[in-house]
């Protein structure tokens, strides 16, 4: 039972580039998040889905979209970056329910050139 | 738009105190609100739920209040250890009980031996 997985770990791109950020689950979840993570202010919530085919923007989604074909993968992409999109990017799964515990990933840390 | 506040200054303790972190929270009084823990280069884990109706949460050394009288949540530490060291958040639903979470920024605790 591995969790929530992402990948990659790490990741350079220059402006402009696109790219994918991964995340699976083996839980059989039905909610998946996205955060991501900056200095000294907390984690800010990106997109959010409630089981496949069914998206919604969190906090600051302006600049990242998402797909949720199976309940395993949820997927972000960004599609030209820019370098306010540098940070620590985290995954979360739970289970269905406004107040189930969150399970994250250990993270993708981008950097945007 | 409902705001958490968690003292961004890190919290010193000696060995064997008892730790005390604070969230605060600015609108209407959640459902619930939970605790978790991260690690240098991990993701956050899920320590604790506390709902609006319950006053305390205890596990093991770990004991959360919730008074939404003051729009705030205690969260401590017993018999503090060195492991016990990392940044620890609080979050709550951003609107009402959709199970989509704000996170405050984080209080670093360090133990001291």
């Known amino acids: 039972n591995a969790g929530v997985t992402q990948t990659p770990k790490f990741q350079v791109l220059k402006t402009g580039q696109s790219m994918t950020l991964q995340c699976a689950q083996d839980?059989?979840?039905?909610?998946m998040s996205w955060y991501r993570q900056d200095p000294g202010m907390g984690l800010r919530l990106i997109h959010y889905?409630?089981?496949?085919?069914?998206?919604d923007q969190g906090e600051v989604p302006n600049g990242y979209n998402v797909s949720r074909s199976t309940t395993e993968d949820f997927p972000l992409r960004l599609l030209s970056a820019a370098p306010s999109q540098t940070s620590v990017y985290f995954c979360?799964?739970?289970?269905?329910?406004?107040?189930?515990?969150?399970?994250f990933g250990d993270g993708t840390r981008l950097s945007i050139l | 738009s409902q705001k958490i506040e968690q003292n961004s200054e890190a919290l010193n303790i000696q060995e064997g105190k008892t730790a005390t972190l604070t969230c605060n929270y600015t609108?209407?009084?959640?459902?619930?609100l939970q605790w978790y823990r991260q690690d240098p280069g991990r993701g956050p884990v899920f320590l604790l739920l506390?709902?609006?109706?319950?006053k305390e949460k205890r596990k093991e050394r770990l004991k959360v209040t919730f008074d939404t009288t003051l729009k705030q949540s205690l969260f401590h530490i017993t018999a503090s250890q060195p492991a016990d060291s990392a940044t620890y958040l609080c979050a709550l639903d951003m609107s009402g009980n959709t199970g989509k979470l704000i996170f405050g920024q984080g209080t670093t605790l360090q133990v001291k031996p």
């Open positions: 839980m059989n979840h039905e909610y």
């Open positions: 609108n209407y009084s959640p459902a619930y």
């Open positions: 506390i709902r609006e109706n319950e």
């Open positions: 979360a799964s739970s289970t269905q329910g406004a107040n189930q515990p969150q399970h």
């Open positions: 889905s409630v089981g496949a085919g069914i998206t």
